[in-house]
């Protein structure tokens, strides 16, 4: 059997769950792509730290010596961050390497000059991880539902956010304490900024955006909120009349292109995102003739990220030169949206808005901007986009 040389760029929780995953499923893959899999050499950061590995393993801080190496097939990358991995991959590619990578803010980032380089040398470059993990949203939209028209894909992309949000719900504890459970859990870095502030979503719906659409919207023109300004009381106000706040991530298409809002939104028990809970991720895609279509599993994790870095390998495996697939998105209307608006009573006091029957929550219908422009002048009412609740609430609001 002939054999297939592999490196990993990276052994933090990803990296490792690559490589133990390939030892745990050796037999099934080399029985898959009928060859003998060698992780040849690992690249690292801090030369200090023991590393499990087996002995015919090179770990090396040196990116030449894994570069390098007499033969290279595929390249496992899942380090943080743009730079050092865009040159790593971009050298790795021009020596004709495949890559699998996990790296969402190098792909939100520099994703269309990676694939250029790829198409140019003829090699594989495979990111399914990048995007919820294990859930196969990439290898979906690229094989699933290619003769479809596209309107909206949304997502709860982020699972330390929900896991937080769920606890706010749940416990109806303070957004801090929930902060300290989810860090306690190992759901959230010391450094939570990516998650809570919306950005690892961000780069995730910046994926999709060029998958789909092939272009992205300007980066300043992307609604991007955390969750840090949900609190127990807005999560009470929603609950109380049937509604959960769960932070996602929206593409659709505007005239102008596509259009991207990240940010927590108020969800109705009709929607498929409303029981998702934890750390779970979920992905919905609306199309015109599957219709719409549910994606729901772990967003995270070293072996729910592990799976999808192995079958992007299977993947390459059946072709190692596929184009990424950009279907084109139904032109969506610019049309009302219904919104549930937060605020006590004297916040809200000269905008007319359909009550609810809690006080302080009120609904409202209309077009997006109209809403904000009118909100502008009432910093201290929060507005949540609704989802699933797909009719107009009626009577439409008058804003005065
Ligand atoms: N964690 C997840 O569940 C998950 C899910 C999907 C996607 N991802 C993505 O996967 C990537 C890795 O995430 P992770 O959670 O595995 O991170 P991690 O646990 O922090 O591990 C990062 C690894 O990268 C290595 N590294 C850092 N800078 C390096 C450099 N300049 N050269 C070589 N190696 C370097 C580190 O080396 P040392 O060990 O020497 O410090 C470490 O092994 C990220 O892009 C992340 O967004 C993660």
């Known amino acids: 059997m002939d054999t297939l040389h592999v490196a ?78 865009e040159t790593y991959l971009s050298r790795l590619i021009e020596k004709g390497c495949h890559i699998v990578t996990a790296n969402k803010e190098l792909l939100a980032t520099s994703g269309s000059r990676i694939r250029e380089l790829a198409a140019t040398h003829k090699v594989g470059l495979r990111y399914e991880a990048s995007v919820a993990a294990s859930i196969p949203i990439l290898s979906t939209l690229r094989e699933g539902v290619r003769s479809n028209q596209l309107s909206e894909i949304s997502g709860i992309l982020n699972g330390t956010s929900n896991f937080i949000l769920n606890e706010l719900q749940e416990k109806g504890i303070t957004f801090e304490e929930a902060l300290r459970v989810a860090q306690d859990k190992g759901y959230a870095e010391a450094d939570p900024k990516n998650d809570i502030d919306g950005w690892d979503a961000f780069y995730k719906i910046l994926i999709l955006s060029d998958i789909v659409y092939g272009q992205q919207p300007k980066w300043e023109n992307v609604v991007r909120k955390g969750i840090s300004d949900v609190t127990s009381f807005d999560i009470k106000k929603a609950e109380a009349i049937g509604l959960r706040i769960k932070h996602t991530a929206n593409l659709s298409l505007s005239a102008e292109g596509p259009v991207i809002s990240v940010e927590p939104v108020a969800i109705s028990n009709t929607h498929p995102f409303f029981n998702v809970t934890g750390v779970n991720n979920a992905v919905c895609v609306s199309s015109n003739l599957a219709g719409d279509i549910t994606l729901q599993g772990p967003g995270a994790g070293a072996e729910p990220t592990a799976s999808a870095m192995i079958e992007d390998l299977l993947s390459l495996h059946r072709n190692s030169t596929d184009a990424v697939y950009y279907s084109s998105l139904e032109k969506a209307e610019d049309g009302d949206q219904n919104f549930l608006l937060i605020g006590d009573d004297a916040a809200l006091s000269n905008l007319t808005f359909l009550p609810s029957s809690e006080e302080g929550a009120y609904y409202a219908t209309g077009n997006r901007r109209d809403i904000e422009a009118a909100l502008q002048t009432h910093p201290h009412v929060k507005v949540y986009p609704m989802y699933g609740t797909e009719n107009r609430l009626t009577p439409q609001i008058e804003l005065i």
Do not use: H, M, W
């Not at 690992?42 to 801080?61: F, H, M, S």
């Open 8 to 85: 990993l760029i990276g052994f933090g929780t990803v990296g490792k769950g690559i490589y133990q995953c390939i030892e745990k499923q050796r037999e099934q893959l080399e029985s898959l792509l009928q060859k003998k899999i060698s992780i040849d050499a690992i690249l690292i950061k801090n030369a200090e730290l023991q590393r499990e590995v087996d002995e015919g393993t090179v770990v090396t801080t040196e990116f030449d010596e894994l570069l390098n190496l007499p033969q290279l097939d595929v390249v496992f990358e899942a380090i943080n961050g743009v730079e050092p991995a």
